[in-house]
């Protein structure tokens, strides 16, 4: 198939890109600017790049922005959306890019009869603002709390989301639209650069929180995030709504495993056991002098114990996720890699 990813350079992106073409399909993919080589340069080498990718400039507010880029695309994968926790202008910097940009590339598929499937990298944002312990999560959840003052980033995913799946139903194109619904994404990157996930074991490392709190994360590996993807667009009987995310490990257990793996040498990671009621209660009570995104976040999460279903998404897709052990570990030799964290010589990790 000819496949367009938007937003290709991204995390997620570029390894549905390198599945991609180790398929065999052809890929085009956008970018906001071809001037930017160096963040090009390893999807271009990719292997298959140079017979089977492209790319073509593309932003996400331009009206009829992405009628060009979709010309004799059998399928359009659309990844492209800024994620930040803090965000100076959520109505400008999270809210417009991301449901302007669905409008317009949903557009733009209406408009050339190639396309046959949008694939929509939606978010567990769309589905939870503050996950309670006691109810399993489904594709059937949305998230009806978060606001532009409340975890604006989970609020641009949840009406961007909404704003597709609104477009399939009133105008009725020609294509299906199927949606990946991921939690915190994780794992190795094939760029230089740090996205916003793996940022949080960085930020362990060096110190950034004052202990370990009661917080438990959903994590899910980008290679099956980008898997997901990929089986989404070749099989054809998927439809609607898959929630794609591996198992939830909380603070202490993460702290524990980095350091028996050899990462608390030559670093700081939080020792103070704040996960217990008084430390939620500190918690809470220090998140009012955070920046606005990082505090109801943190306000929304911590205590809580996300639980989710992901049997549509194994059952139908077939996809297998790697245990969530294994995932951190990867990311951190990755990190360790481009040099945006370090151990001390000889503290190699187990696995």
């Not at 659309?78 to 302007?100: E, F």
């Not at 209406?110 to 309670?132: F, G, H, Y």
Request: charged share 25%; proline share 5%.
């Amino acid at each position: 198939m000819h496949v367009l990813v938007t937003g290709a350079s991204g995390f997620i992106a570029s390894h549905i890109v390198q599945q991609l073409l180790a398929k065999g399909h052809r890929v085009r993919g956008t970018v906001r600017s071809l001037a930017k080589e160096k963040d090009l340069a390893r999807l271009r080498a990719l292997p298959g790049a140079a017979e089977r990718l492209s790319f073509v400039a593309a932003d996400l507010r331009t009206p009829g922005g992405f009628d060009e880029a979709v010309r004799g695309c059998d399928a359009v994968l659309h990844t492209a959306s800024p994620y930040t926790l803090d965000a100076k202008d959520p109505q400008k910097d999270l809210v417009d890019p991301a449901v302007m940009g669905t409008r317009n590339v949903l557009l733009a598929c209406q408009k050339e009869p190639s396309v046959k499937r949008v694939i929509l990298t939606s978010s567990m944002a769309a589905i939870t603002d503050e996950p309670e312990s006691d109810h399993l999560l489904t594709e059937a959840d949305w998230n009806n709390k978060s606001s532009l003052q409340r975890n604006p980033y989970y609020y641009s995913k949840t009406l961007a989301e909404r704003a597709a799946w609104e477009f399939i139903e009133q105008e009725k194109p020609n294509f299906d639209l199927v949606v990946i619904n991921p939690f915190l994404v994780i794992g190795p990157s094939l760029s230089a650069g740090i996205n916003t996930s793996n940022q949080l074991f960085v930020d362990l490392l060096a110190g950034t929180y004052p202990g370990i709190m009661n917080l438990t994360w959903g994590f899910v590996d980008v290679r099956d995030v980008a898997e997901a993807h990929v089986r989404a667009l070749e099989t054809p009987g998927a439809k609607g709504r898959y929630i794609t995310a591996g198992e939830t490990i909380g603070m202490r257990a993460l702290v524990e495993l980095l350091d028996k793996n050899g990462w608390a040498k030559g670093n700081k990671l939080p020792k103070l056991g704040m996960d217990c009621g008084a430390g939620d209660f500190a918690v809470r009570l220090s998140s009012y002098l955070q920046p606005k995104g990082i505090g109801s976040y943190l306000r929304t999460h911590v205590g809580r114990v996300p639980r989710y279903d992901t049997s549509k998404v194994r059952n139908e897709l077939g996809v297998k996720f790697r245990s969530v052990e294994s995932s951190i570990l990867d990311t951190l030799v990755d990190l360790e890699r481009e040099g945006h964290v370090k151990r001390e010589a000889g503290t190699a990790p187990s696995h």
